[in-house]
């Protein structure tokens, strides 16, 4: 069987691969006499004080290069595709998919749907367990990757069988008990479904679950997510006020139980139950130090935390500016509250908090990751933004400035005659973002006032 080649696209500016003369364009055939199959065998490899590469220039040359370095140096290379192999699509057709639910006419990476166990080690991701082969589980243990993040949704095999419309999936269960045996990390996930998983079946799956701590660092239970665009797909419901509240007490019955039987709470609820059912966040003590923030379990108690101690170390002033500050519907009441704290300190700034519906993917999803670029206009249009308006970094494509509807920055930009910034999730960052002024030079020419710019009106 021919080897497998990785191509070289790039080499890090003074790190030892450029030092040995690597160049983008040669193919990396070894490390340490072993072929690379993907992204995780690089890395574990690469990690040694001795590594020895076969490298292939352009004209067919081998050269076999042996390096000493720390341990856990980075060489420097990078590589064509990511994972260096092809990305692992999902075999699963979830009653609650998320990408089903999708309009058409979108890019087409937004419809692939991965369920990569790279992908969990790598960027977070959680994986089903349906497509993991023997193989790949003994080379997560054998190189001892940690943690692995598992969307569990329910230990009763028949009924994940129906929720995945999977015929395996209530078998891939087992897996869990491999990687518990093997001292894996894992942490779970429940994507809680009305009339399906919730209620008796949560009670069994969270008491099932609880044998696997501490090995299971965490569970979050998160609220399925209904778009507009659910025809022809299972009929689901949201939850109500009332189901949420009843949601929530039973998670925290089971986090008492927990606290004394491991000293950790272990099953936590996504922050969407608790705004749903009105009732306040839980303290920053019961979050177990935010291991699902990705999940939405924690984000807006850690906010106002960060926002607080931001704050208790300024001294307050009396500059003036008036801004716009977006966010989703779910965290409006706790951005403004934040917000609110700043203008305590700063009296003469003037914050406009804006809690911007989804027309796009329908009024259910108030999470601001999912607000495209179209809501925005549409919202802000014709209102006095300020100086400026203030967006969450996660309404955007990761490193880029594109939203979920390809409308970019610079579109909205355009259409609303103003600097739209984006923040990162911090309360730091977001105070530091309220309180200072764009210079002049940060804000593009033509979104300067017009008396800046000479133009007499």
């Not at 969270?206 to 209904?226: A, E, F, I, T």
Request: with cysteine.
């Amino acid at each position: 069987m021919k080897k497998k080649q990785h191509i070289i696209s790039g080499v890090v500016p003074g790190s030892i691969a450029e030092e040995m003369e690597i160049a983008p364009g040669d193919i990396l055939l070894e490390i340490n006499g072993m072929e690379i199959e993907d992204i995780l065998d690089y890395r574990f490899y690469a990690e040694e004080e001795n590594v020895t590469l076969v490298i292939r220039k352009p004209d067919g040359e081998e050269w076999e290069l042996e390096i000493e370095k720390e341990y856990g140096e980075d060489i420097g290379l990078d590589f064509e595709n990511g994972l260096m192999d092809e990305y692992r699509s999902c075999s699963n057709k979830c009653i609650f998919c998320f990408i089903d639910q999708m309009p058409p006419g979108m890019r087409d990476t937004l419809y692939f749907k991965d369920d990569d166990a790279r992908l969990s080690f790598l960027q977070g991701n959680y994986i089903t367990l349906t497509n993991l082969k023997q193989k790949d589980m003994e080379r997560i243990a054998r190189y001892h990757l940690s943690p692995i993040n598992i969307s569990v949704h329910t230990t009763n095999p028949e009924l994940r069988c129906k929720m995945l419309h999977n015929r395996f999936a209530g078998k891939a269960l087992e897996k869990i008990d491999f990687f518990y045996e093997h001292e894996i990390e894992m942490n779970g996930q429940i994507v809680l479904c009305k009339g399906y998983n919730d209620g008796a079946e949560l009670e069994r799956t969270l008491k099932d679950l609880m044998r696997y701590c501490p090995v299971m660092q965490s569970v979050s239970v998160v609220p399925v997510g209904l778009t507009k665009y659910r025809d022809g797909l299972c009929p689901l419901e949201p939850f109500t006020a009332e189901e949420a509240a009843e949601v929530i007490d039973q998670i925290e019955a089971v986090q008492r139980i927990c606290m004394e039987r491991y000293g950790c709470h272990f099953v936590h609820a996504s922050d969407e139950f608790y705004t749903l059912a009105g009732r306040e966040l839980p303290e920053e003590e019961r979050y177990d130090g935010y291991l699902q923030l990705e999940n939405g379990v924690g984000m807006l108690r850690l906010l106002m935390t960060e926002t607080k101690e931001a704050l208790d170390g300024m001294t307050g002033d009396d500059r003036e500016d008036h801004l716009t500050v977006v966010t989703g519907r779910l965290a409006y009441p706790y951005v403004n509250r934040c917000v609110l704290a700043v203008q305590e300190k700063f009296p003469n700034i003037h914050a406009d908090v804006i809690a911007v519906r989804n027309d796009f993917f329908g009024e259910q999803i108030t999470v601001s990751g999912l607000i495209t670029g179209s809501d925005l206009i549409q919202h802000l249009k014709g209102r006095e933004l300020g100086s400026r308006v203030l967006i969450p970094i996660n309404m955007l494509r990761s490193g880029e400035e594109v939203f979920l509807d390809d409308v970019t920055v610079t579109d909205v930009q355009n259409a609303l005659q103003v600097p739209v910034l984006s923040v990162k999730s911090s309360g730091q960052t977001l105070v530091n973002s309220i309180i200072s002024a764009c210079s002049f030079e940060e804000v593009p020419e033509r979104f300067r006032p017009y008396e800046q710019k000479g133009v007499n009106i």
